[in-house]
């Protein structure tokens, strides 16, 4: 089956069950590289409405954060009943989100690990970034510096609570594969010694494996090749509020143009639990390598 860049799939609650046929080509285009848009909002309570507000954030901070596993709000302003409504806000979404996903992903079940819960109430459209690297305009994939993931997918959901009626607009790029081959030519050697000093002087939580190495040199590689970013096909894609988009960041080239308002949940997810591990970008980087790289 031909599948479009973004795959549209009919799911419009949270807790109903999920036909076997959709759950299946669910995770079929998702594997396969596409960003799932459901038509499903993530409703607020009356109390909630507050949190709808970009002067929640602390500082010069762009995102909120939720760790499911200790129940801790970073990111926000240090009132306390506010930090008690976005907890009770980003850990309904965290469950919603890891609820969904064993329904349309069953193989994951018992595999996904908890990532951050964070909510992003500030515009995107005009911010000045840090560097380039920090510009999320540019076509990338996704790559921590500091958290290296070993192999593991970054598996994202992402809900537009936005008031005002305003989208969330992305551009999505060329497949995986095609990045991949483009860019995996020019980039450096992978130095465990530089890899293990790295994680004993605390730069990086773990040490950086081939995989992350190279993942995180693709996405710099990405971002700064400016002929690249303009000439590359893009596919324009506006995800209006209510709408869930489901994502394999890593893997799909993707830009953030505008938007606000957003609630972003992710998960880890090991190549060994996917149904078709050849997709992977560790699968697919290895197969240029030549040899394992985690």
Request: aromatic share 8%; net charge positive.
């Amino acid at each position: 089956m031909t599948m479009n860049p973004i795959e549209t799939i009919a799911v419009h609650d949270w807790q109903s069950p999920v036909a076997r046929e959709l759950a299946a080509h669910a995770l079929d285009a998702l594997e396969a590289g596409c960003v799932l848009r459901l038509p499903l909002p993530f409703a607020l309570s009356a109390d909630e409405q507050v949190l709808l507000s970009d002067t929640l954030l602390s500082g010069a901070r762009k995102n909120i954060s939720y760790n499911p596993v200790n129940n801790s709000v970073k990111g926000a302003d240090g009132d306390a009943q506010l930090e008690t409504l976005l907890r009770g806000m980003l850990g309904r979404y965290h469950a919603s989100t890891r609820a969904l996903a064993l329904k349309l992903f069953a193989p994951y079940s018992g595999h996904m690990l908890d990532g951050r819960t964070s909510y992003r109430p500030a515009e995107i459209a005009g911010r000045v970034p840090k560097s380039w690297r920090h510009d999320d305009t540019r076509l990338h994939v996704d790559a921590f510096p500091a958290t290296p993931v070993h192999g593991r997918r970054l598996l994202r959901f992402f809900n537009n609570v936005n008031p005002h009626g305003e989208p969330r607009r992305w551009n999505v790029g060329e497949p995986f594969a095609d990045v991949a081959a483009r860019f995996f030519p020019r980039l450096p050697d992978h130095s465990p010694l530089k890899a293990r000093l790295m994680a004993l002087t605390r730069i990086t939580k773990s040490k950086r494996t081939a995989y992350d190495h190279y993942m995180l040199n693709l996405h710099d590689g990405m971002k700064a090749d400016l002929d690249y970013q303009s000439q590359v096909a893009k596919t324009p894609a506006a995800f209006a509020p209510g709408e869930t988009w489901i994502v394999y960041s890593d893997q799909v080239s993707h830009a953030v143009m505008s938007g606000r308002f957003m609630l972003e949940q992710t998960y880890y997810v090991p190549v060994a639990a996917l149904q078709y591990p050849e997709r992977s970008p560790l699968r697919v980087l290895e197969k240029l390598a030549g040899r394992a790289l985690v």
